[in-house]
């Protein structure tokens, strides 16, 4: 079963940054699309940023040009830098690498507070 760990969350100030990590393990990660996604309560997870097999990127509208996608294939990880972080930015970020309909894993989730 694939595993995914996040790290990097914590408490910052509104225009502050952070740099979140995930680390994939028994995932063929070469082939994966790789996906942060965001959650606060009462609202469904909503796509923050994703970067293709073939490092296609997206943003949410939300977060484009404040936040950098990124992966490494040689470490099986892959990375958001949020940069002018907002209060708004607050939620739980998940990391999720999928293939089709081959596999579909999430991580655990990293909080992430930006305080005004």
């Known amino acids: 079963q694939g595993q995914l760990v996040e790290s990097g969350g914590g408490l910052v100030q509104a225009g502050g940054s952070l740099r979140l990590s995930c680390a994939a393990s028994?995932?063929?990660?070469?082939?994966?699309?790789m996906n942060w996604y965001r959650q606060v309560p009462g609202n469904p997870r909503e796509l923050v940023a994703g970067?293709?097999?073939?490092?296609?990127?997206k943003y949410a509208e939300s977060v484009e040009g404040r936040f950098t996608i990124s992966r490494d294939n040689t470490k099986n990880s892959v990375y958001l830098q949020m940069d002018s972080l907002k209060p708004e930015d607050t939620g739980v970020y998940y990391c999720?690498?999928?293939?089709?309909?081959?596999?579909?894993?999430w991580g655990q989730g990293t909080q992430v507070t930006v305080s005004s």
């Open positions: 999720n690498a999928a293939r089709g309909r081959i596999f579909d894993f």
């Open positions: 028994r995932i063929a990660f070469v082939i994966a699309d």
């Open positions: 970067i293709t097999s073939n490092r296609r990127i």
